[in-house]
C-alpha cells in the first residue's frame, strides 16, 4: 500500500461567514457587525496557525455478493446499503484522511477557559469549516488522478455517515496509517485531533457523483444530516458527516 501526501495550500481554504453565522443563529444584518468582525478574525488566525495535512491511498475494488459491504484486501465494510449503493461501478476505493492540526482546537479551548465563549464557539465553527475545506482539496486531488486513468469519482462517505458504524473507522486506519498525518484513533474511534476527516472515494468508468446524498436517506433526524447548499442550513456540522464533533 502506498500512502499519497497531498499538498495542501492554505491560500485555497475557504471559510463562508453566512454559514458561521447561520449557526450562531445571527441573520447578518447590521445588528451582527460585532459576531462578522470575530468571524472574520478568527478565520484569518485560524487558517494562519493551522497544520493541515491529507493522504490517501487505493485499493482494488473486490468482488461482493452483499448489498450493505464492500471488500478490500480481504477486509470487509459494512457500509450500509445506502453508501454501498452510492458505490456502485467502483472499480477502485480510496481511502483518506485529513486533518486541520491541532491548533484552532487548542485555540478554541484557550478562548473557552479564559471565559470568552462566544469566540471559543466561534473558532470551533471555523475549525470545523477548514477541515471539511481541506478535504474539497483532498477530493479534487483523487479526482484528478483518477481522470489519468480515464475514470471517474462518487462524493466522499466516512463512518459515522447515514448506517456505517463509527467503529469500522479502526478498520479504515488499519489500512491506511493516520500516523505519518499525525492523526491517531481513540478507542472509541473518535480521530485526533479531533477536527480530522477519514473516508472512502469510489472509483471507476461507470460510478456516478451525487454531492447531496441525504435525500437518498430515510434517517431524517439524523444529527449528521446534511442538505443542498441552495436550501437553508447547509453548513449543518459538516465536519460531522465524518463521526467528529
Request: charged residues 25%.
Amino acid at each position: 500500500m502506498q500512502l499519497n501526501l497531498i499538498n495542501i495550500q492554505k491560500d485555497r481554504i475557504t471559510i463562508e461567514p453566512d454559514d458561521v453565522l447561520s449557526l450562531l443563529g445571527s441573520s447578518g444584518n447590521e445588528d451582527d457587525t460585532h459576531s462578522i468582525d470575530l468571524i472574520t478574525r478568527y478565520t484569518l488566525e485560524c487558517i494562519r496557525i493551522c497544520s493541515p495535512r491529507g493522504g490517501f491511498a487505493q485499493f482494488k475494488a473486490e468482488k461482493s455478493d452483499s448489498n450493505e459491504e464492500i471488500e478490500i484486501e480481504g477486509t470487509r465494510f459494512r457500509t450500509g446499503r445506502i453508501i454501498r449503493n452510492m458505490l456502485k461501478g467502483s472499480e477502485e476505493y480510496a481511502f483518506f484522511a485529513v486533518t486541520a492540526g491541532p491548533e484552532p482546537e487548542t485555540l478554541s479551548k484557550t478562548l473557552m477557559n479564559e471565559g470568552q465563549f462566544l469566540e471559543g464557539y466561534i473558532v470551533d465553527l471555523i475549525a470545523t469549516g477548514i477541515v471539511e475545506s481541506v478535504a474539497d482539496q483532498a477530493q479534487e486531488v483523487i479526482e484528478s488522478t483518477a481522470r489519468k486513468d480515464g475514470f471517474k469519482i462518487t462524493n466522499r462517505y466516512s463512518p459515522g455517515y447515514c448506517t456505517w458504524d463509527v467503529a469500522e473507522q479502526q478498520k479504515l486506519f488499519g489500512l491506511l496509517p493516520g500516523e505519518c498525518l499525525g492523526i491517531t484513533l481513540s478507542e472509541s474511534s473518535l480521530m485526533l485531533p479531533i477536527k480530522s476527516v477519514s473516508g472512502i472515494i469510489g472509483i471507476g468508468k461507470d460510478v456516478k457523483y451525487s454531492e447531496y446524498s441525504c435525500k437518498h436517506c430515510s434517517m431524517k433526524q439524523c444529527v449528521f444530516r446534511r442538505v443542498d447548499r441552495r436550501n437553508p442550513g447547509f453548513f449543518i456540522h459538516r465536519n460531522r458527516w465524518s463521526s467528529q464533533s
